[in-house]
């Protein structure tokens, strides 16, 4: 196992265990904790240079969001994510989203379209300066803003599942491969569509980029394939 500690512990403000899980997450997109393996949590704690309590909890976090499985006396696994169930979020996604995007597209004011703004635009700024944590962070506020001016908050809560399952695999290796600046420009597409009265321009917009996302996913797993032998799971 490398050295965790360059996955930063960083604010003095936030809980450690917080902290701990920042790190935990930079660690896990960046594939220093790979799918399939187990970890114990003093042995992540000995590599943060923690106590083993707030790893604990932070991994527990961790497992609620489905990214890691608890194994009886042995730590953590990291969950691995099939093609199957890439294949299936992403149907899933597509059921729910692309409607929603068209509903709110008729309904919503500018006003409240343009506060989604900064989000998107920090999107691509985050995609750009290779900041993974930053980008999943305000991908996550833009998506689920929008989707939470349907007023459903139940269907805002299913796709925030679904995006924590699938949300790390091959984010790493867009960004390497320079695919992730693309992907991240088409969610100001998308709200420009949106602000324009669009709505069938934006439903086919966020299925091409949900289908999108899938396919580089795919790319890059098969990259992998050619390159190790072995494709890398949820990286």
Known sequence: MGDLKQ?????????????????????LIAGELRPGQVYSAPGLASDL???ATPVREAMLD??????????RNK???ITEVS????????????LIEVPTVGRVTRKATREQLERLRPDAEEIVSRAREHDLIGYLEAD?????????????????????ELRK???????????????????AEEHIELLDLMIAGDAPGAEACMRRHLGHVRSLWADVDAEDVAGTGAGDGAA
């Open 140 to 160: 996550r506020r833009f998506h689920l803003a929008l989707l939470a001016l349907s007023g459903n908050d139940r269907l805002v809560e299913t796709v925030g």
């Open 83 to 94: 093609e199957r169930d890439l294949d299936q979020f992403t149907e899933l996604r597509t």
């Open 49 to 51: 240079g923690v106590s």
């Open 62 to 71: 961790l497992a609620r969001e489905g990214l890691v499985e608890p194994v």
């Open 165 to 183: 399952r699938s949300r790390l695999y091959g984010l790493t290796g867009l960004d390497e491969a320079g695919k992730l600046v693309s992907s």
């Open 7 to 27: 996955y930063g512990l960083v604010r003095a403000q936030e809980r450690l265990r917080d902290q701990v899980g920042h790190a935990l997450r930079a660690a």
């Open 75 to 77: 730590g953590f696994r």
